[in-house]
C-alpha cells in the first residue's frame, strides 16, 4: 500500500484538484493547458499515469483546443450552443484534472474523490454561467455575451494558476465561487414558485363558489422601482387613478411601439387632469448585473420617456405576463385589475375596447 500523504501535503493536493476544477467550470481548456505547463516546469506533482498532461503533444493539442474555445465564446449565439457540449466535457476534465493532483492515493479513493468534489464543482460552475449566457442572449440580444466570455477566460486562468501556486487560497475562492452557484439556484427556484403562486391563486378563487356578481379584480402590485435615469417610481404616487400599465421583454418592445403611443394619445385630456397614469415596465429579469448600465443607455434618453426596469420581474411574475409580447393592464381608480391583453400587432378594434374602458373608469367616481 502506498505511504500516505502528510497532511498539509493532501490538503493542498484537494485545493489544487478543486481550484482546477472550478476553473474547468468557466473554460474546459484553459485549466488543462495552465496544469500541463504547471507540471512541465515541475510546480505541479502528478499522479501515477497522469504524466501525458505535460507531454509536448498534450501541451499542444491543450493550446490549440484553447485557443479556438476563448475566440468561440466570443460569438454570440455560438456560444450558446458550444454549451451544450461543454457540459459533459467540463465534467470530465474537472474528474481527471482533481484526480491527476491526488498523488499517493489509492485509485479507487481517488477516483471516487475526483468524481465527487472535482466533477461537481466543475459541472456546476459550468451549469450556472451558462444559464447567465442564456439569459444574456435573451436580454441583449447576445451583445453582452462577449463581455461575460471575457470574465469567464480571465477567471478561469486566474483561478487555475492560483490553484498550482497558492491552493489554498484557490480552494476559498472555489468555495466561494460554488456557494455562489447553489444560491443562484436557489433564488431561481424561488423565483419559479413564486410565478407560480398567481396560478395557484387563480385556481384556487375558480373553485369556489362566487360570492358577489363582480369579485374585486386584483389589485396593483405594490413596487418601488427605478428607472433608465435612477428615478424612484413607487405605487403610493398612483393611487386614485386609472393606471395603465404596458409592459414587455425586449422581443415586446417593438410591438410596445405600436400601442403605447395611440393609446396615451387618445386620453390625453385625461392624463393632463391626473385621472389617467400609463405605467411603462420593461421586463429585464435575468439581465447580468455588469450589463445593466448598457441596458439603460439603450432606453429613450429624453426625462418625460421613462420605463420601470423591472430587473427582479415583480409585474411578470405578479400578472404572468407571456415572453415576446406586449402586456397591456388597466386597473380602476380603486387600483382593481379591470382589463388584461398580451397583444403582438396593432388592432384597431381591441384599442377602441382599451380607450372606451380608460375613459369610462376614468370619469367614474372611485
Not at 103 to 125: K, Q
Not at 139 to 146: E, F, K, R, S, W
Not at 238 to 261: F, K, L
Not at 279 to 295: D, S, W
Request: charged share 15%; aromatic share 8%.
Amino acid at each position: 500500500m502506498s505511504p500516505e500523504l502528510p497532511q498539509p501535503t493532501l490538503i493542498a493536493a484537494v485545493a489544487t484538484g478543486i481550484g482546477l476544477a472550478a476553473a474547468v467550470g468557466l473554460r474546459v481548456f484553459v485549466p488543462l493547458l495552465v496544469a500541463g505547463l504547471g507540471a512541465r516546469v515541475g510546480l505541479l506533482p502528478l499522479a501515477t499515469g497522469f504524466d501525458w498532461l505535460g507531454s509536448d503533444p498534450a501541451l499542444v493539442m491543450f493550446a490549440a483546443a484553447a485557443a479556438c474555445e476563448i475566440v468561440a465564446y466570443f460569438v454570440p449565439f455560438l456560444d450558446n450552443l458550444l454549451d451544450t457540449v461543454a457540459g459533459p466535457a467540463a465534467v470530465v476534465a474537472g474528474t481527471v484534472l482533481a484526480a491527476a493532483t491526488l498523488v499517493d492515493m489509492a485509485p479507487w479513493l481517488r477516483w471516487a474523490m475526483a468524481l465527487i468534489a472535482g466533477g461537481g464543482a466543475a459541472g456546476l460552475v459550468h451549469g450556472t454561467t451558462a444559464g447567465l449566457r442564456a439569459g444574456s442572449s435573451v436580454a441583449t440580444a447576445g451583445l453582452a455575451n462577449p463581455l461575460l466570455a471575457l470574465v469567464e477566460w480571465g477567471g478561469s486562468a486566474l483561478l487555475a494558476g492560483l490553484a498550482i501556486l497558492v491552493p489554498l487560497l484557490a480552494l476559498v475562492l472555489a468555495v466561494a465561487l460554488v456557494v455562489a452557484v447553489a444560491r443562484v439556484f436557489r433564488r431561481r427556484r424561488r423565483r419559479r414558485l413564486l410565478g407560480l403562486a398567481p396560478l395557484l391563486l387563480a385556481a384556487a378563487l375558480a373553485a369556489e363558489p362566487a360570492q358577489a356578481a363582480e369579485p374585486p379584480g386584483t389589485p396593483l402590485v405594490e413596487f418601488r422601482i427605478k428607472d433608465q435615469f435612477d428615478t424612484l417610481h413607487t405605487s403610493g404616487a398612483y393611487r386614485g387613478a386609472v393606471v395603465v400599465v404596458v409592459a414587455g421583454d425586449r422581443q415586446g418592445s417593438r410591438y410596445i411601439e405600436q400601442w403605447a403611443p395611440a393609446l396615451r394619445d387618445s386620453v390625453a385630456d385625461l392624463i393632463a387632469r391626473h385621472r389617467v397614469k400609463f405605467l411603462p415596465v420593461a421586463h429585464l429579469k435575468g439581465v447580468p448585473f455588469f450589463v445593466k448600465r448598457t441596458i439603460k443607455g439603450k432606453f429613450p434618453q429624453e426625462r418625460d420617456k421613462w420605463t420601470l426596469m423591472d430587473y427582479e420581474g415583480l409585474f411578470k411574475l405578479t400578472y404572468v405576463m407571456p415572453d415576446d409580447h406586449c402586456s397591456l393592464l388597466v386597473f380602476d381608480r380603486a387600483g382593481r385589475l379591470r382589463m388584461q391583453h398580451a397583444v403582438t400587432d396593432f388592432e384597431p378594434a381591441l384599442q377602441d375596447e382599451l380607450i372606451a374602458a380608460i375613459r369610462r373608469l376614468g370619469v367614474a367616481p372611485r
